[in-house]
């Protein structure tokens, strides 16, 4: 399924222009990145491409064809940025929510969740309430009720936001194995430029409120990708080219002159 | 083992305290039974101190005599009176739960009723108690209706609150899962809903023990706590009221507790979470 956005724009009803003019690509199986700082308007496209808003201008088309938030909203793996666990939910209970609401019968979907639960490394707590999960584990059950649903694309809302960040680290090098093996499209949000560059075969950079695409950047950097890659120079350039559009305007902002 | 226990650990706290269990029963049930001990003996030592009438203020020792010795009218009594109790507070639980729902399913619903809903609980009970009885006659029915009146109010706002307060963002999470608006309110309006009713089920439960006993002063067919109350008021039998009072307050801790314990086996991840 390929995914595309063309001249999003999105202005909501009392007035804050959201989004202003952004469009993007996410092809079959690629990881594609959305950076730009808070208030650039990453939650509003997620939530556009889910079906959960009308966008004022622009469209969404997937396999080249234009369709409305009815027909997109139930068909992305949508995951925002708090976990959302039910805590009146065991781990498990969580995880086969969406194979639940899908229809799929109780056993069956329990069986499903039960073998992932090891890659997710949640293995010993598919029975603990929510509240016995660490952030990084609360995270990874969240992601794998998202991957358990079946869509074919997921758009993640800064995932990995709230934790510390040396558990981030972990995260994203566990996230792009599950990735690498699944081959699902993911489009990924997040304000961290370095976790941008390190995740994505394609970067694309909002400007500050409204939001609009600054810079597109391919990061052609090989795989499968360590964390051990963020420190070699191929990485800052690629880190430094992102930054630059950014940093400008958060300058200007702050009168400052550079 | 967590970071925070680990840190407890070695700042030299103990990780597992040895005989949990009683130890945990005990530092709950010793501090009110204690208080409670004190507060019988500061009476019982005023009564023998100040030399006052039994008739105005009897001892405990009294209250407890005139217990063992109208204990079988206080449990003919009680049987009525938890009978209206219990047929009342299950009227109210019923309609309280059913008027939630339908007000925080539907707005225009919420318009139309939740005014009234505020004005069934502001006009003053004694004003409505003689007309219920001219309308249904002396039998249990008024008495039931206004048990029913006095402990819907709260089981019906408690649960109010607690259908609308659903996380939002949950509920946008459930609508990209596909699901519909009756999936939605069993997967996560009526969870976060139940601490909410069963906080008020509890006041409830309070509740209906007041109304019962006043529903029988109102219009009493001669049996009941609240009756019985009246009756040994009129022949000063002060002793007598209080062991009426010590069963009413019996009835009333152990409501409670009922519904403490249907709480703790419906919503079990609530108190595990605090």
């Known amino acids: 399924m390929r995914l595309e956005a063309e001249g999003l724009a999105k202005r909501y009803p009392e007035g804050v222009q959201a989004l202003a003019d952004v469009s993007l690509e996410l092809h079959e199986g690629e990881f594609v990145a959305v950076v730009g700082p808070s208030g650039a308007g990453k939650s509003t496209l997620l939530a556009i491409l889910a079906g959960l808003l009308e966008p004022t201008a622009g469209r969404v088309l997937v396999d080249g064809a234009e369709v409305g938030a009815g027909v997109l909203l139930g068909r992305m793996g949508y995951m925002p940025q708090r976990d959302l666990l039910m805590e009146w939910r065991t781990t498990l209970g969580n995880a086969t929510l969406g194979l639940e609401l899908a229809g799929v019968e109780r056993a069956s979907a329990r069986k499903l969740a039960l073998a992932e639960f090891p890659r997710f490394g949640l293995a010993g707590f598919e029975d603990r309430r929510p509240s016995a999960l660490s952030g990084g584990m609360r995270q990874r059950a969240a992601l794998l009720r998202t991957f358990l649903a079946g869509r074919d694309v997921l758009l993640l809302d800064e995932p990995f936001g709230a934790l510390d960040a040396i558990t981030r680290e972990a995260m994203r090098e566990w996230l792009l194995g599950v990735w690498e093996a699944e081959r699902k499209s993911i489009l990924f949000v997040t304000h961290d430029v370095p976790e941008a560059v390190f995740l994505a075969d394609r970067v694309y950079v909002l400007s500050e409120r409204p939001g609009r695409v600054a810079a597109v950047v391919d990061v052609d950097l090989p795989r499968p990708r360590a964390l051990e890659l963020t420190g070699t120079p191929a990485f800052a350039a690629l880190c430094e080219r992102l930054l630059a559009p950014l940093r400008a305007q958060a300058r200007a902002e702050l009168g400052v002159v550079s | ?274």
């Open chain 2, 1 to 274: 083992m967590s970071a925070g226990t680990r840190l407890v650990v070695a700042l030299g706290g103990r990780l597992e305290p040895r005989p949990r269990r009683a130890r945990g029963v005990a530092r709950r049930v010793l501090p009110p039974l204690a208080v409670g001990v004190v507060l019988i003996g500061a009476w019982e030592l005023y009564v023998a101190l100040s030399g006052v009438s039994s008739q105005i203020a009897p001892g405990p020792g009294d209250v407890a005599s005139a217990l063992v010795r109208d204990r079988s009218v206080l449990l003919s009594g009680a049987g009525t009176t938890l009978e209206e109790i219990a047929l009342g507070y299950a009227i109210a639980a019923v309609v309280g739960i059913g008027l939630a729902v339908a007000l925080s399913s539907w707005r225009i619903v919420e318009r139309a009723l939740y005014p009234w809903l505020v004005v069934s609980q502001v006009i003053p009970l004694p004003a409505l108690a003689p007309i219920l009885v001219l309308w249904t006659g002396f039998d249990v029915r008024p008495k039931l209706i206004v048990v029913a009146l006095v402990s819907f109010f709260p089981i019906a706002v408690n649960a109010i609150d607690g259908l609308r307060a659903t996380d939002p963002e949950l509920v946008v999470l459930l609508r990209t899962l596909g699901a519909s608006r009756r999936q939605v309110f069993a997967i996560a309006r009526v969870p976060t809903a139940l601490p909410y009713l069963f906080s008020g089920l509890r006041v409830a439960a309070a509740f209906a023990v007041t109304g019962a006993v006043f529903a029988e002063w109102v219009g009493s067919t001669g049996v009941g706590l609240g009756y019985l109350i009246l009756s040994y008021g009129n022949q000063t039998a002060t002793a007598d009221v209080f062991a009426v009072v010590v069963v009413l307050a019996l009835i009333g801790v152990a409501l409670f507790a009922l519904v403490g314990l249907a709480e703790r086996v419906a919503v079990p991840w609530w108190r595990a979470s605090e």
